[in-house]
């Protein structure tokens, strides 16, 4: 087969048709990807709402993504220590695990930082505050604008620059369950509101249901080809509430997203994303329509990629995979080669399959393994050579 487009590749993906090679597509967090930028002369390699998706590009990604949630702000954003940043929700944000750090300290983590980028795990944004912790709160709440032009206007510029040739996504994340859970309610109470007050949290997820329905319609009126809902309910063992909660909370709000989706435009593609072990819901993902299930963080019943690919690889197209959690950071180029050749036999034979690592590449990977992952994904991600023969 010809080399195809790269937008035309991820196209054939999702609708399980032949294909040249497996599609790829990975994101980076900025200090990561500061860290290549360098190497190529790139100055701008901006991530979340600003994300300048040149370097990812030039490195073989078919696909581009826009991110417009309430994760595209703060989890990319420089917040200072000490400092809280409050965002168009009114979550606030501050940094975690710098309790006890001194000013000194901080001087001698920074000098650890200077020469190839981070090569430590940088302290990570978080929210600190909620918006929504009781009823009153819910009833004097004022949902962010669906409308604004400031998160809109972006994604027009991306489709008139990059359609004709590249897959353009913009994610939503977190979505529902995650975004009342890690940002609007606050965790701990999240999870005894659930019993407690049901009646709160179902305001809450009806109220984010309507606010991410009307962005997703705009966001697709400019021609955008996939809306990326995220949603993490999946822990390392196990799901975070039960599959039969979320089929409460969760599922009949997606399907009304969804369908207001595909009242906008019938053919848009939706991708369902969790981190964790969501294998339970994989099935409900199909009823719902999704096209594209990932990153298959390898943990709890996602580890059985063969069989997951066995039961569900021709009704959903599955992307990712591939352990960021301990090979992509820690191991050797060898492992991480035979990493991409066992994520490839078990996911991509057959198609309807994108490479990816099962989440973003941090500041602690070695410039050399981010090499080696590319690298495998083209030796081993050819239909009609091994593993794909």
């Not at 991409?340 to 034979?349: D, P, R």
Request: glycine share 8%.
């Amino acid at each position: 087969m010809k080399e195809l487009l790269p937008r035309d590749r991820i196209i054939r993906a999702l609708r399980h048709e032949p294909l040249d090679r497996v599609p790829l597509l990975y994101r980076m967090k900025h200090e990561a990807k500061e860290k290549l930028a360098r190497i190529y002369g790139i100055e701008d390699a901006a991530t979340g709402r600003k994300h300048n998706p040149e370097l990812e590009l030039r490195l073989g990604n078919d696909a581009i993504i826009y991110q417009i949630g309430i994760n595209a702000d703060f989890s990319h954003r420089h917040i200072e220590i000490g400092e809280t940043w409050y965002n168009h929700f009114g979550v606030g944000y501050g940094k975690s695990g710098l309790a006890g750090r001194t000013p000194e300290e901080e001087v001698v983590f920074a000098k650890t930082q200077e020469f190839w980028g981070p090569a430590k795990v940088v302290p990570e944004n978080f929210p600190s505050s909620h918006p929504i912790t009781s009823k009153e709160a819910l009833d004097n709440y004022t949902w962010p604008d669906p409308n604004d032009r400031a998160i809109l206007d972006p994604i027009q510029d991306l489709c008139d620059r990059y359609q004709d040739d590249y897959f353009i996504i913009v994610d939503l994340s977190s979505t529902l369950i995650e975004a009342a859970y890690a940002h609007i309610v606050g965790t701990q109470n999240f999870f005894l509101m659930m019993f407690d007050q049901p009646e709160l949290i179902n305001g809450v997820l009806d109220g984010l249901a309507e606010y991410y329905a009307a962005l997703g319609r705009n966001a697709i009126k400019m021609g955008v080809d996939m809306i990326r809902v995220g949603d993490d309910v999946g822990a390392q063992q196990a799901m975070m509430i039960s599959p039969d909660q979320w089929r409460e909370l969760a599922k009949p709000r997606f399907d009304y997203m969804f369908k207001e989706f595909r009242k906008e435009n019938p053919d848009i593609f939706i991708k369902l994303h969790s981190c964790g072990d969501y294998s339970p819901i994989l099935g409900d993902q199909v009823e719902l329509g999704v096209d594209l299930s990932g990153l298959m963080q390898p943990t709890g019943g996602n580890k059985d990629q063969a069989g997951l690919k066995k039961k569900y690889g021709e009704d959903i197209t599955l992307i990712g995979g591939f352990d960021v959690q301990r090979l992509l950071p820690r191991g050797q180029v060898e492992e991480v080669r035979n990493g991409v050749l066992e994520v490839m036999k078990n996911l991509a034979t057959g198609g309807g399959y994108i490479f990816s690592p099962s989440h973003y590449i941090l500041a602690d990977v070695p410039v050399q393994n981010i090499y080696t992952m590319l690298e495998a994904q083209r030796d081993f991600g050819t239909y009609g050579k091994y593993p794909l023969n």
